[in-house]
């Protein structure tokens, strides 16, 4: 080789065999790039496993050191939220607050192995519980339950009775809804959440507040109207006992003064101050973990309809909410996948006295707003809503709620000694202050 045609560069190479060049190559054999029929076979069946179950995909790859400390963060906040508004939304279903605690327990473990979203908090929602309620309602009404007292001359409710029924009638629906849910999965229904415009889910989910507000005010205002199903039952009222608006106007009044303050110290608390608990009362010995239980499927013909509805509904504020976090953090929700994550949540969550369930609009931005990376967030959440069904002993007066809050907020902008001394002087404050009262 003339080194001087090329400059000072020369070139220098191995002379190689033909077995050194297969290995410097790493040629493929004809049954690496045909591979036998049992290999495709279990290809095909890790992927049908892999998308039928998204967990197997992302938790061998969680990282604790990463995700967990954001995860628990986001699961305490998010699992503090259940517990008002599991017990409201209950209320709006017509049905024993307890149950909403059982709806935010069990189908967001559901989601945990099936949902395809790592934001979205599963549980609870408005619209969905205003819907159940008037299923419960239409089939179980207070007139269906008169019993005499005793005196055979006036005549009560027999709410037991009424309440028990009502649960069978919720759980049967949601069971029927979420098979629903998987069937339209199943058969690739999924794409139709491509229609769902922005416009179309604001507007809807903005009108879905207002029939909220309008469902609660019967409990603002100390009044049991009679549920009117059917166009403008929105404009609908009743009288109003005004001594019960007192209590309802200074807890609405607490909690906007302490949202407006959660958003003023954002910046310097890791998690919002859970201000939602001071307006809580959870009495000792009315809670614990339901069984599981078979939907009444003679009930299933009367409530079809209803179920529809439910499961199309769920599904539209589902993939919804999905599909604008993942939009945001950049990775992608399956539609179909989604269906049918939502429908085993509904009828795994039926058999155990849930009511139909969904993604909450405020649950989701509070996860995602306070770091949660995966649906590991959802397993801390649960796991709050399960320890007030196992203690049984929520019942918190007012002072010891205060108590609490101050320990939180101390510990959380000061130092673990400055905080444990601000509480204990706290405390010692409340006690002197209850003793001369």
């Known amino acids: ?86 017990m409201a939304y209950a209320l709006l279903a017509s049905l024993p607050p307890v149950f ?48 005499n007292n005793g005196t055979n001359i006036t005549t009560e409710v027999d709410v037991t009775a009424r309440d028990l029924y009502r649960v069978q009638v919720a759980a049967a629906t949601t069971v ?19 229609y769902l415009s922005e416009p179309l889910v604001h507007a809807y ?28 039952s929105l404009v609908y009222v009743s009288t109003i006992k005004y001594l019960a608006v007192i209590p309802n106007a200074v807890s609405m009044a607490f909690l906007i003064t302490a949202k407006e303050l959660n958003s003023f110290l954002s910046p310097k608390l890791p998690v919002p101050i859970p201000v939602e608990l001071i307006t809580v009362s959870l009495h000792k010995d009315t809670l614990a973990l339901s069984s599981p239980r078979a ?17 199309i509904v769920g599904y539209a504020i589902s993939f919804s909410l999905g599909k604008t976090f993942a939009l ?12 049918v994550a939502l429908g085993l949540s509904n009828t795994v969550g039926g058999f155990f006295q849930c009511f139909s369930v969904c993604p909450s609009m405020s649950r989701s931005l509070i996860q995602e707003s306070t770091g949660g990376k995966t649906q590991m967030a959802g397993l801390a959440s649960a796991v709050i809503v399960l320890e007030v069904l196992q203690k049984n002993k929520i019942r918190l007066h007012c002072v010891l709620q ?32 209850r003793t001369q009262m």
């Not at 989601?111 to 934001?119: K, N, V, W």
């Open 176 to 194: 029927l809804g979420g098979l629903i849910q998987v069937v339209l999965g199943m058969v690739k229904f999924g794409f139709v959440g491509t």
């Open 402 to 433: 205060v108590v609490w809050l101050v320990t939180l907020v101390s510990t959380l902008l000061f130092n673990l000694d400055l905080g444990l001394a601000g509480s204990i002087s706290f405390a010692l404050l409340t006690v002197i202050f």
């Open 100 to 147: 909403g605690l059982y709806t935010s327990l069990y189908p967001p473990l559901i989601y945990l192995f099936f949902g395809t979203s790592r934001h979205i908090s599963i549980g609870t929602f408005t619209v969905l519980s205003i819907m159940v309620g008037s299923v419960t309602e239409r089939l179980a009404p207070d007139a269906a339950f008169i019993i």
């Open 205 to 232: 989910t903005t009108a879905a507040s207002a029939h909220a507000v309008v469902a609660q005010l019967k409990y603002v205002f100390g009044v049991s109207p009679t549920r009117f199903n059917g166009p403008l």
């Open 328 to 339: 945001k953090h950049g990775y992608k929700v399956d539609s179909n996948q989604e269906l």
């Open 1 to 86: 080789m003339d080194s001087r045609r090329f400059g000072k560069y020369r070139v220098e190479r191995d002379v190689l065999d033909e077995q050194r060049l297969e290995e410097v190559t790493q040629r493929k054999s004809y049954t690496d790039t045909h591979p036998s029929l049992t290999d495709r076979l279990k290809d095909s069946l890790k992927r049908c496993v892999m998308s039928s179950l998204p967990v197997l995909y992302w938790l061998p790859k969680y990282s604790v050191w990463d995700y967990g400390m954001p995860d628990l963060v986001s699961g305490i906040s998010v699992g503090i939220m259940h517990l008002p508004q599991g």
């Open 295 to 311: 939907p009444d499927i003679n009930l299933f013909q009367e409530v079809i309809g209803d179920a529809f509805a439910l499961a």
